[in-house]
């Protein structure tokens, strides 16, 4: 039965914030909505964060051609939620997330056919995946329709190289619905790799390991180098690094205003003698370190990262006794990006706020792990480059600036 307005858009805020809560989603990426009557239903606006959306913020869109009431627009992938309720009269709470676990396995672009028996009572005998289309537009829209009509039973399905659909009777339902698609996708990478490796206990480093053995580049390093973060204010960025320590550093003469700067200052300096940013973060997460290991060029799995990193993230030699060199490197290939990986030591990202810096760390850590986990299944895809470019560019112009508003 469809909700009460007020109701509905109240679960639809609440649903966003739980979202947050259990990482199903980050900052405005994915979408809720909820069925008010036959016609209509209820839905996350474009851009708005979820930790400060009210309810007055929820836009009421029309079933039939997706028009909507008010001034404020709806998220701009309405038409998917629209074909849920259109196909099945009985859902009426679709949530739309870009969940980890799930991505990963819908990058293979493989259905997850007969689901483990503890999770079919929730998801069926199979999770079907949506082909590829850039995401927001009519293609995509139409290839969601296509798999939910050819799979009528269904609740739960993926979306190539962008996320998942979750549809139910309730929130409770489709809330439900999300959780128990991650959880299966979990348990599938780590078949997957068990698999593979003919190992008999799962283990995250062992896995990282076979993925370095499996590409030739040995094991994980036993310790990195601290390439430092930094916060710029006009012609001085602050540096800290070596486990909290702080020096404000010319941009200008590359000096210390204060004592010595450590040899890290020299590539965050070259960054922003080139680079239009605030901010700047090594990021040292375990898959990021595995990635950064093969010294290859970088390419986007998921759609999120061509429009929030860069259509690729190079590569950069690391020779510890000859940072300028180096530094001129990490400035060269990180332009036109926000992130560039540094061999053997992780990644550099940039950006010009904290939301930035964070969005920047969620998807650089979830690409590489993809990148890791698709591999073991020797079903690398990759998002057509013409959109990457097309997305990164629409990314820029638009919805960065929309959600610092």
Same mark, same amino acid.
């Given at each position: 039965? @469809? ?15 739980? !979202? ?11 979408? $809720? ?16 964060? *979820? ?42 709470? =679709? ?6 676990? @799930? ?12 689901? *483990?028996?503890?999770?079919?009572? $929730?998801?069926?005998?199979? $999770?079907?995946?949506?082909? *590829? ?10 290839? $969601? ?9 269904? %609740? @739960? ?15 409770? /339902? ?11 996708? /979990? ?15 799962? #283990? ?5 390991? *076979?993925? !370095? ?38 941009i200008e003469t590359g000096l210390a205003v204060s004592g010595v700067a450590p040899k890290c200052a020299k590539i965050h300096r070259a960054i922003y003698k080139e680079e239009d940013c605030t901010m700047i973060n090594h990021l040292t997460n375990p898959y990021v370190v595995a990635e950064s290991c093969l010294a290859d060029t970088m390419y986007p799995m998921i759609d999120d990262f061509a429009q929030i =990193?860069?259509?690729? =993230? ?10 300028? /060199? ?14 560039? !990986? ?10 010009? #706020? ?24 020797? %079903?690398?895809?990759?998002v057509p480059k013409a959109e990457c470019f097309l997305m990164r560019t629409v990314y820029l112009a638009k919805y960065s600036k929309q959600i610092n508003k």
């Amino acid at each position: 039965m @469809a909700y009460e307005i007020e109701e509905a858009k109240r679960l639809v805020v609440e649903a966003g914030k739980k !979202l947050l809560e259990t990482g199903l989603i980050a900052r405005t990426w994915g979408n $809720v909505s909820a069925r008010i009557s036959e016609t209509q239903f209820v839905i996350t606006p474009s851009g708005r964060a *979820y930790d400060t959306l009210t309810p007055d913020e929820v836009v009421v869109v029309n079933i039939d051609d997706c028009s909507h009431e008010g001034d404020i627009k709806p998220s701009s992938e309405k038409g998917i939620h629209a074909d849920s309720y259109k196909h099945h009269p009985l859902v009426n709470f =679709v949530i739309h997330t870009h969940q980890k676990a @799930a991505t990963i396995v819908s990058i293979t672009g493989m259905e997850i056919r007969n689901v *483990y028996n503890e999770f079919k009572p $929730v998801l069926g005998e199979v $999770v079907p995946v949506a082909e *590829y289309a850039m995401s927001t537009t009519n293609p995509l829209r139409k290839k $969601v329709e296509k798999c939910i009509m050819m799979n009528p039973s269904s %609740r @739960a399905f993926m979306l190539k190289h962008h996320g998942t659909l979750c549809m139910g009777n309730s929130y409770e /339902e489709a809330f439900n619905v999300a959780e128990t698609l991650e959880k299966c996708c /979990e348990k599938v990478i780590k078949d997957n790799y068990l698999r593979h490796s003919w190992e008999k206990e799962y #283990s995250e480093d062992a896995k990282r390991n *076979y993925f !370095l053995e499996k590409n030739g580049a040995g094991k994980m390093p036993e310790s990195i180098c601290d390439l430092g973060s930094s916060v710029r204010c006009g012609h001085i960025f602050t540096l800290t690094y070596d486990g909290g320590k702080k020096v404000d550093v010319d941009i200008e003469t590359g000096l210390a205003v204060s004592g010595v700067a450590p040899k890290c200052a020299k590539i965050h300096r070259a960054i922003y003698k080139e680079e239009d940013c605030t901010m700047i973060n090594h990021l040292t997460n375990p898959y990021v370190v595995a990635e950064s290991c093969l010294a290859d060029t970088m390419y986007p799995m998921i759609d999120d990262f061509a429009q929030i =990193v860069g259509v690729d =993230v190079k590569n950069c030699a690391w020779i510890d006794g000859d940072t300028d /060199e180096c530094a001129e490197d990490i400035a060269e290939k990180i332009s036109g990006r926000n992130a560039v !990986l540094i061999e053997g030591n992780g990644a550099l990202v940039t950006g010009n #706020s904290e939301g930035d810096m964070q969005a920047l760390e969620l998807i650089m850590e979830k690409g590489c792990e993809a990148a890791v986990d698709v591999d073991i299944f020797n %079903r690398p895809h990759y998002v057509p480059k013409a959109e990457c470019f097309l997305m990164r560019t629409v990314y820029l112009a638009k919805y960065s600036k929309q959600i610092n508003k």
